[in-house]
């Protein structure tokens, strides 16, 4: 009878330690609305060609809200370049748009210094491309400016490894599974 029991404490046990578990990792999944893992094979290599914050005082600027540009050639650099740093707008303008295309992410507009905006992946999906984003701010005992800024990361994708066709979606999304904006290439 003793076997039995102990038995019985011992499947009650694990049974609560498998349930514990399960809630662990289902809580932890709750709220996603977009899958940020790629199919093995498709995440991309990307270079950065600069990351900063915007040069709003010279144009109207990325905008309030998070946003994505994508350019394929030369014609469509302006007003961009004139959003961005002389070094980042003088790369993207070296860029060569028969081997490679240029993604800008913006973190929309902030009031203080210290925000960042990463692209951390590139993944090429079934008809989509979707830009994964960290989006930092100040650390609590950081000194920040107040100061208007629209934090960006440029970066630099290789058109063989990931090429871009009219009318595929290309997603800026943040770690969250959130997207923060999308544009459907011409």
């Known amino acids: ?16 330690f498998v349930t514990c578990l399960i809630g662990i990792i289902l809580a932890s999944c709750s709220g996603m609305q977009v899958e940020i893992t790629a199919t093995p094979g498709m995440s991309a290599n990307f270079q950065t060609i600069g990351q900063g914050n915007a040069l709003t005082t010279r144009t109207a600027g990325p905008g309030d809200e998070p946003a994505l540009i994508v350019l394929t050639n030369t014609d469509q650099l302006k007003p961009v370049i004139d959003w961005l740093d002389p070094t980042t707008s003088e790369k993207i303008s070296n860029t060569n748009f028969d081997e490679n295309w240029v993604a800008v ?16 992946q590139v993944n090429k999906m079934a008809g989509e491309i979707h830009l994964i984003v960290k989006i930092e701010g100040p650390a609590p005992d950081q000194a920040v400016s107040t100061i208007i800024t629209h934090p960006f990361h440029a970066i ?8 871009l066709e009219t009318g595929t979606v290309v997603k800026l999304i943040d770690m969250e599974g959130n997207i923060l904006d999308q544009i459907t290439i011409p």
């Open 1 to 16: 009878m003793s076997n039995n029991i102990e038995y019985s404490h011992r499947s009650q046990f694990y049974l609560l």
């Open 105 to 120: 992410a913006f973190s929309g507009k902030v009031g203080s210094s210290g925000y960042h905006i990463t692209i951390t």
């Open 156 to 163: 630099s994708v290789d058109s063989t490894e990931i090429p």
